[in-house]
């Protein structure tokens, strides 16, 4: 499809004194996207006490709540056959660990299930179906991640002829739908 769904990138910046020239004043939170109200969310984390784990796990999660930009969280960037599907990564900064899930179906909270991989598995990245039996297994709610825009969206690029897409050789876009010919 047409746009590509993106990956909030928050970084958390805990500099010792030594390090800095300027006097900013820290911690600080950055985001890489104008997403205003995910950032304010990590701070506030942050400034109650959380750690930088929590505050980029809360603010990624106002992203996927607020549906940022439309290609964040549910509802956006449907695949061929209509489905949004959801990609989150988490990094320790101090351990370098990383925690991840790809292709995440119908779990709304892909940066929490990200956390858990991180902490709970000795797993980098679960993908597809594995990873939303591994957020059921941890209670995470398991629900459609489609919506009327999502739908609009997808009919839209079936009647434009399926395009664009990501194929290198497109013989005619419906053989993708073989049983709707
Ligand atoms: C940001 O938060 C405010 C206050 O809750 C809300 O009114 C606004 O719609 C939010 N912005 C977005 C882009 O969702």
């Given at each position: 499809m047409a746009r590509k769904s993106r990956l909030l990138l928050f970084v958390q910046l805990l500099l010792g004194p030594a390090l800095v020239r300027c006097s900013c004043p820290l911690p600080l939170v950055l985001n890489t996207w104008p997403f205003k109200n995910a950032t304010e969310a990590a701070w506030r984390t942050l400034a109650s006490g959380g750690s930088a784990l929590d505050a980029v796990e809360t603010g990624c999660a106002q992203c996927e709540s607020e549906q940022c930009d439309g290609t964040v969280g549910f509802g956006g960037s449907p695949d061929e056959l209509g489905e949004t599907t959801l990609d989150a990564m988490i990094m320790?900064?101090?351990?370098?660990n990383v925690g991840a899930v790809g292709d995440l179906r119908r779990i709304k909270n892909a940066i929490g299930v990200a956390r858990r991989v991180l902490e709970h598995t000795t797993h980098t990245l679960l993908a597809g179906e594995s990873a939303t039996k591994f957020a059921e297994s941890m209670g995470f709610v398991n629900e459609d991640l489609s919506t009327e825009a999502s739908r609009a969206l997808h009919s839209d690029w079936r009647a434009g002829n399926c395009q664009p897409n990501y194929w290198r050789v497109c013989v005619h876009p419906f053989t993708l739908f073989p049983n709707e010919r």
């Open positions: 320790d900064g101090t351990t370098m």
